[in-house]
Each structure stands twice: as structure tokens, then as C-alpha cells.
């Protein structure tokens, strides 16, 4: 008996991390048919996706839909609920908002692969409320309104999961605060046949991202001026670039965006990668390590799972405040003892994230999800 999958992912606008483990999860399930709450991708970011178009919601037909779906949040959780998906064997959601909330039934298997519970609903809601600036006055006290009514119904949906997978040991922790629920882990799948090992590097530390205030791009700038004799280069674009321009002194070469050709190739070339974003996972810093580059993270979120530290086979060194000062001194205890980061030990750590363990435990958990619910309908 062929089952029949849906695949359900939170919005589709933009191919980012999220989207690159929806491109996994497709190829595992080819002939999955793709739901989501609206979809504009362009060709090229379709095309990753087999070429599949999703079937949306009424918020797809709504005006500004592609480029202000956020402000469609309050309206989300209804519009996941109207999917018919009541034709499916299988529901395999793709959630870091609002998809896991579809409606199964009990003869159905619903898997969640969680990138994270709502973030800005829960332990990031004043840091959203604060980057939005709604602190005060009579917009805060509804977006707080709202926001309490999301955490509400993100509880209630969390019941509707059969299994729940999570993307990093720091999102299960989260999983099981916020909704009471156990979750394996299995990490996002990274492109590593995507990147070659360098061996001789250059002297130049690197950073990459886009340039969001949680990435913290301009505290990483402040380090490096604490540091004149060190080199920085700094790829990426977005709305802090005037703040990092204003930042840099003659040690910072600031590129904004480039091609993934040049990245990878800084990549491969930097003496080290510095990351300073809490991240769910992050899989930068796992891309640089597959170029054998060691990184420099602050020690909280995924990298502490994907930067080994100590005296046996170190990737890298962790700092543990989002402070220029904390940074550099992580970044002069990692020249004081470089020779210990080897190449080839970044790039056999990295492997343990590669698109083909990623795709082989997925199908096994989905396999025993399904064969669980089998045997014994009535378990968690």
C-alpha cells in the first residue's frame, strides 16, 4: 500500500534555512503533495522544491500578502486550520509558526519536524515587542493581547502531534517547556559535498550573515576594534549596514552581499568564522567547519551542539556574553592556541550534519512514527 503524504511548511517567500530542510524533507517524499499558508516563491527557489506549488489559504488572496504576511499572524492559525488534509495517510509539518497546527484526524500520522515553537509568542516576546517598539501605549497592549492569544492556541495545537522532531537538543528543551511534549532530534541537513577542506588559510577572520539586530553584526565590529592588529571581513547586507559602516575602522573590510561563490571561498580561506547569534542550530557555522575553518560562537542555541570545545579534537571556542569584550577574549584565546584547530577535524564534525544522515533519520522516525500508531493508536 502506497501511502499518501502532505507536506505542510509555515510560508513560503523566501529559500532560507527553513526552506532547505523542506527541500530534504520533498526529496525524501517526492510525491508528497505541498500545503502552506501563502506562497510567492521564485522559479529558481521552486525549482529546489521539485518544482512543486503549494496549495495555500485565503491569506495567499489578501492585499500585500508577499510582502507584509506578517502582519497576517493573528489570522494564521485559522487559515492552517481550513487545509483539508483529510485525504492523507501521513502529515508532515515543517513548523517554526503555525504549521503544526493543521487538523488531523486519529487514523492519520501527523509528524512535526519543529524548527521552534513562535518564537516572538514566547521567551522572545519582549525582544520582539522591543525591536518593534510596542512597549507602550495602545498598539503594545493589543499586540500583547494577541500574542497571549497565540500562545493559547500553540499549546492547544501542540495536542494534534503525533511526533514531534526537533531540529537541535536546544529547541527539544524548548518543546518540552512550552508544550509538555518529548521530541527527538535530528539535525538540519547541510549542504557539506557543497564545500571543500582548505588547509592553508589566510589571516583574516570572517562573519556572515544578514544584517538583523539578533545577529549582532555591530557588536562583532566593536570586538574587532578592540583588536586593530586583527583583520575582519564582513559579508552580508540588510538593514543594520549603515550601523556596521559607521562602526568600522581600518581593520574591518565590509563586502555587503556576495555571490555564494565568494563567500564559500572566504570561507574556505578565513582563519576563523565568528557567530554571535543565538540561533535554534545555525547552519553557517557548520558550513564553515566543512570548509575546515574553525569558528568563533557565542556559547548559547545550536552551536553549542556543533562546535566542539576542549582539549580532544577542538572546532572552535565559544564566548559566553553577547559583549565585544566577551568576543575578544574568545577571539585572543583562540590565537593562543590555533595550531590545536585542525582542518580535517572541522570538516569530520560537520559531517555529522550532511543532507544524507539528515534524510536517513528522518525516514526512520517517520517509519516508526507510523508503525508506533500501528500497533498502539492511543500513544503519544
Same mark, same amino acid.
Given at each position: &500500500? ?9 510560508? @513560503? ?20 503533495? @505541498?500545503?502552506?499558508?501563502?506562497? %510567492? ?14 496549495? *495555500? ?18 489570522? &494564521? ?26 487538523? *488531523? ?28 517598539? @510596542?512597549?507602550?501605549?495602545? &498598539?503594545?497592549?493589543? !499586540? ?22 526537533s531540529n537541535s537538543k536546544f529547541i527539544s528543551r524548548r518543546v518540552k517547556k512550552f ?15 557543497? $564545500? ?14 544578514? &544584517? ?46 556576495q555571490p555564494f561563490d565568494v563567500l564559500r571561498q572566504h570561507m574556505q580561506d578565513a582563519?576563523? $568564522?565568528? %557567530? ?29 551542539? *556543533?562546535?566542539? *570545545? ?8 565559544? %564566548? ?12 585572543? !584565546? %583562540? ?46
Open positions: &500500500m502506497t501511502l499518501k503524504v502532505a507536506v505542510v511548511h509555515d510560508w @513560503l517567500v523566501t529559500y532560507a534555512g527553513a526552506e532547505k530542510v523542506l527541500e530534504q524533507i520533498l526529496a525524501c517524499y517526492p510525491q508528497a503533495d @505541498l500545503f502552506s499558508v501563502i506562497d %510567492f516563491l521564485d522559479d529558481a527557489a521552486r525549482a529546489k522544491l521539485g518544482g512543486k506549488h503549494a496549495k *495555500t489559504t485565503f491569506i495567499q488572496r489578501l492585499p500585500w500578502a508577499k510582502t507584509k504576511y506578517r502582519t497576517y499572524l493573528p489570522l &494564521m492559525p485559522i487559515a492552517i486550520e481550513q487545509l483539508d488534509l483529510s485525504g492523507y495517510d501521513v502529515v508532515i509539518s515543517s513548523s517554526h509558526a503555525v504549521a503544526k497546527g493543521v487538523i *488531523t484526524g486519529p487514523d492519520q500520522t501527523h509528524v512535526c519536524y519543529i524548527h521552534s515553537p513562535i518564537r516572538y509568542a514566547w521567551d522572545l516576546q519582549h525582544q520582539y515587542l522591543k525591536e518593534s517598539h @510596542l512597549e507602550k501605549g495602545v &498598539m503594545s497592549i493589543l !499586540a500583547r493581547f494577541i500574542l497571549h492569544k497565540i500562545r493559547i492556541w500553540d499549546i492547544r495545537s501542540a495536542h494534534g502531534v503525533d511526533v514531534f522532531v508544550y509538555g511534549r518529548k521530541s527527538s532530534v535530528i539535525y538540519p541537513p547541510v549542504d557539506t559535498d557543497n $564545500f571543500t577542506i582548505e588547509k592553508n588559510k589566510k589571516d583574516y577572520f570572517l562573519t556572515a550573515s544578514r &544584517m538583523v539586530p539578533y545577529k549582532k553584526i555591530p557588536m562583532i565590529i566593536e570586538a574587532f576594534s578592540l583588536l586593530p592588529d586583527k583583520q575582519l571581513v564582513v559579508i552580508g547586507d540588510g538593514p543594520e549596514m549603515e550601523n556596521v559602516k559607521s562602526k568600522a575602522g581600518k581593520n574591518i573590510h565590509i563586502l555587503g552581499y582563519r576563523a $568564522f565568528v %557567530f554571535a547569534a543565538e540561533e535554534d542550530f545555525g547552519i553557517v557555522p557548520v558550513e564553515a567547519q566543512a570548509c575546515g575553518t574553525p569558528v568563533i560562537a557565542f556559547g548559547r542555541g545550536g552551536a553549542v551542539e *556543533t562546535v566542539v *570545545t576542549g582539549e580532544q579534537n577542538p572546532t572552535g571556542v565559544l %564566548f559566553e556574553e553577547q559583549t565585544a569584550e566577551s568576543l575578544a577574549a574568545a577571539i585572543e !584565546a %583562540f590565537d593562543a592556541k590555533r595550531l590545536s584547530f585542525l582542518p580535517e577535524n572541522c570538516r569530520r564534525n560537520a559531517e555529522r550534519f550532511s543532507i544524507s544522515a539528515f534524510k536517513h533519520n528522518l525516514i526512520n522516525a517517520i517509519n516508526e512514527a507510523i508503525a508506533t500508531r500501528s500497533i498502539n493508536p492511543s500513544s503519544d
